[in-house]
């Protein structure tokens, strides 16, 4: 009996933790302006809560419950240390505001700002995507080395060194004003579309990323409401709704992997595609044709086999030019050439292929996997197969792996 | 909360000073520029410094102080002066900065106070 209640309270906590991560650290972060202390504060709540929810029951509001215990914390830590002293009335203050809330949906959500804060001009541009990412959406280093392409390594001393600049420099936790939102928007863009990026790999088993995918989505509405007159934010709403929409086809009954050429339209999600088609028309309508508009485009195209039964794959490849003069990336580049490919053949995606610095993709998955695919049409069975392996070998998910291993063999 | 607005200047600039009278661009912006961060109630301090020609750097090494002509970094933009300010944010200090007549010219070099080494050495 103990054990089944002491399981439903780890269980307890680890939702509210994945639930609400970057909601409490914004929190406390905007009323301390220190974010490394709000994170630190938050993980010491959160152990507490797997030594006393056990043995005193799930608190009513698990929330406000952390809430006080990494205030708390953060009181204690300034009384010790005797510095930031001017946080500790604020801190008080904070508690009454919080345990009058009884309904954990009644809590300010600050986390635009936090992710404002994280996009700063005074911050090293470099850090601004891994810096919402762990603060606002509670990605660790390794998936945020994931969704940037670098090594884990590198990014944890400049995320400790953007957080005490913060907190040094006192960078105010608002919305910023009109003037200043442009600046900073497209790093809070790339962070949301990096965030959902992350919840696309990992689709499968984990309901982690799935909720990660929702929560992007959902920031994505907030940032067009708080900012309506920009086609770039309804771009990457419209962007990610179309890749949303297709998430219950990328998978068979059975659980294998479907890659989207072979997927059956009638298991995409309509009102999705629809939502997605009227932002993306209100942004078109703006006339100021940005990265995301581009790429929502892109899908738009994909979706339209919902009503025709075909995909325009020169349609596809010319947007594919337009955006990698717009905005230039390595996977950009692998989907272009597998576009091209599909337009003039194998021979031709694969010289495009070519054409990216090999360095560069060595370890994009992507790029092994299109590779083998072109190989294979062209009958080069040997190099296909080594192309085939190396994919293998850099997939993450268990599908996608039994699919390449299945194609290579066939 | 605490700003020092670090003020660089290069040669030509320091030059200008000279020449100057109160009511022209350079002196004259810099007396609007003073005026309006006192009216605002903001100002804590701050002193504009003579050229670098008259810095001396001063070191100890073996016990001996090594006294040597010149400032301290040997760079094209130096040192012209500093202003304390008392603000809310690193925005607004931004946005003194930017209105200061030297971010046009020059540089401003925006680093807040640290109270917690400030309250360790003069406690």
Known sequence: ?410 | MLYALLIYENQADFARRAASVETDEYVGAWRKYYQAMVESGIYVGGHPLDVPETATTVRLSDNKSQIQDGPYANTKEQLGGFTLLELPSLDAALEWAARCPAASYGAVEVRPVTSEMERRITN
Request: glycine letters at 4%; one cysteine or more; charged letters at 25%.
């Open chain 1, 1 to 410: 009996m103990k054990g089944r209640t002491d399981e439903q309270a780890h269980r307890a906590v680890e939702a509210v933790a994945r639930e609400s991560y970057g909601r409490l650290v914004a929190l406390l972060a905007t009323r301390t302006r220190d974010v490394a202390g709000a994170e630190d504060s938050l993980g010491d709540a959160l152990l507490a809560a797997l030594t006393t929810w056990p043995r005193d029951g799930i608190p009513k509001n698990p929330q406000a419950w952390l809430l006080t215990a990494a205030r708390n914390r953060l009181t204690d830590h300034a009384r010790h240390q005797q510095v930031h002293d001017h946080n500790v009335p604020i801190l008080q203050l904070m508690t009454r505001e919080f345990e009058e809330i009884a309904d954990p949906d009644a809590l300010p959500d600050e986390r635009l700002k936090l992710l404002f804060v994280c996009a700063h001009p005074a911050i090293d541009p470099q850090i601004h995507t891994p810096l919402m990412l762990q603060t606002v959406l509670g990605l660790d280093a390794v998936a945020i080395g994931r969704a940037m392409l670098v090594a884990p390594r590198t990014i944890g001393q400049r995320l400790v060194r953007a957080k005490a600049k913060i907190r040094k420099t006192q960078i105010a936790f608002e919305i910023p004003t009109p003037d200043q939102i442009p600046p900073r928007l497209e790093a809070v863009l790339n962070a949301i579309y990096a965030a959902y990026g992350n919840s696309w790999e990992d689709a499968t088993a984990d309901p982690r990323f799935a909720e990660l995918g929702q929560e992007a989505i959902w920031l994505a509405r907030v940032l067009g409401e708080q900012i309506p007159e920009d086609p770039e934010v309804r771009g990457l709403l419209a962007l990610m709704l179309y890749c949303e929409a297709r998430r219950p086809a990328r998978r068979s009954a059975d659980g294998r992997f479907v890659p989207l050429s072979e997927q059956d339209a009638n298991d995409w999600l309509m009102p999705m595609i629809d939502e997605a088609e009227s932002e993306l028309a209100a942004a078109a309508q703006m006339q100021r044709p940005g990265r995301f508009q581009i790429e929502a485009a892109i899908q738009s195209v994909h979706a339209e086999r919902a009503h025709t039964g075909r995909t325009e794959w020169t349609a596809i490849a010319a947007f594919y030019d337009q955006l990698m003069q717009v905005a230039p990336s390595i996977g950009g580049a692998v989907a272009r050439a597998a576009a091209y490919a599909e337009v003039r053949g194998p021979e031709a995606g694969l010289a495009l292929l070519d054409q990216i610095d090999p360095q560069a993709v060595i370890f994009y998955q992507p790029n092994w996997a299109v590779r083998a695919h072109l190989l294979q049409q062209l009958d080069r069975t040997q190099e296909a197969a080594r192309a085939f392996d190396r994919a293998i070998g850099l997939s993450e998910d268990d599908a996608v792996r039994a699919f390449l291993t299945e194609h290579r063999d066939h």
